[in-house]
């Protein structure tokens, strides 16, 4: 009988667990809504980077009711001892200058799941707000409760979404419904996420991570080469001009063919 690989702790706030091509990061501190800290984003870079090679699915989901309900409170607040961004009122040219930087080591956190050789699915039930919102959007697919509120309200704050979910929510869902969702700071339920583009499937929350499984074991049933040769093509598509994007094409085709003749029989 095979056992079931223990979960490691690369973070207070995180579990992970490698079952072969499977890499399952699990946000685990319920007790804040699954509250995100800087230090979470830096670890989740890591781990993006050191993925191992046989790694051919990343399913990023959450332990508890909320997939994540934004940065940490307290931390905003300054009321914790995590370190972060700088007081910004009054900061010099060099502060601000040093913010940009930490903000650029955050955003690598966000935008290495669209970047690695692996599909990442993040599975995502109750509150996604903010940075919650921005994790998942970050991934290449998404696959939510029907219980599920997204909600990118940072700039009824008076703040920004600022760790690639801007980009990656008009692409999704154009810029018309993007600017709305983000100036009203609505909430978008799981079966309308569906609807609009911003999750692949919803589900019953008791049922989200099977379904999470089963559309890994599909992505697992095709030729790695080929998934990562047509996730590549399928990102550049969203930038490249026609032009550009056939010739793209036609190189990937070649390379795979040259593949295909060179390997052994």
């Known amino acids: 009988m095979s056992t079931v690989p223990l979960p490691v702790r690369p973070h207070p706030r995180l579990e992970m667990r490698q079952e072969g091509p499977i890499l399952t990061l699990t946000l685990d501190h319920a007790a804040s809504g699954n ?56 900061h010099t040219a060099t502060q601000a200058t040093a913010v940009n930087d930490e903000i650029l080591e955050y955003q690598k956190a966000f935008a290495i799941w669209s970047r690695t050789h692996a599909v990442s699915i993040a599975a995502v039930q109750g509150e996604a707000t903010g940075v919650g919102l921005q994790l998942a959007l970050a991934c290449d697919l998404r696959i939510v409760s029907t219980n599920t509120r ?4 940072q700039p009824g704050l008076g ?11 008009v692409n999704l869902v154009g810029y018309s419904r993007a ?4 100036t009203t700071g609505r909430e978008v339920g799981g079966p309308e996420a569906t609807r609009i583009g911003l999750a692949a499937l919803h589900v019953p929350v ?16 095709n030729s790695p080469s080929g998934i990562r040769v047509v996730s590549s093509l399928l990102r550049s598509a969203t930038t490249a001009s026609p032009e550009q994007q056939q010739y793209l094409e036609r190189t990937a085709f070649v390379h795979m063919l040259e593949a295909l003749r060179d390997a052994p029989e």
């Open 35 to 90: 509250a995100q800290l800087p230090s979470l984003w830096l670890r989740l870079a890591e781990i993006g980077r050191d993925l191992r090679p046989d790694t051919r699915v990343v399913i990023i989901r959450a332990n508890g009711p909320d997939f994540s309900r934004g940065i940490d409170s307290d931390w905003l607040a300054g009321r914790s001892a995590e370190p972060g961004l700088p007081e910004l009122a009054g």
């Open 206 to 221: 008791g049922e989200l991570d099977e379904a999470c499984r089963d559309l890994a074991d599909a992505v697992l049933a």
């Open 179 to 182: 600017l709305e969702i983000c």
């Open 159 to 169: 703040v920004l979404p600022v760790l690639g979910g801007t980009h990656m929510l």
């Open 150 to 153: 997204m909600r990118m309200h």
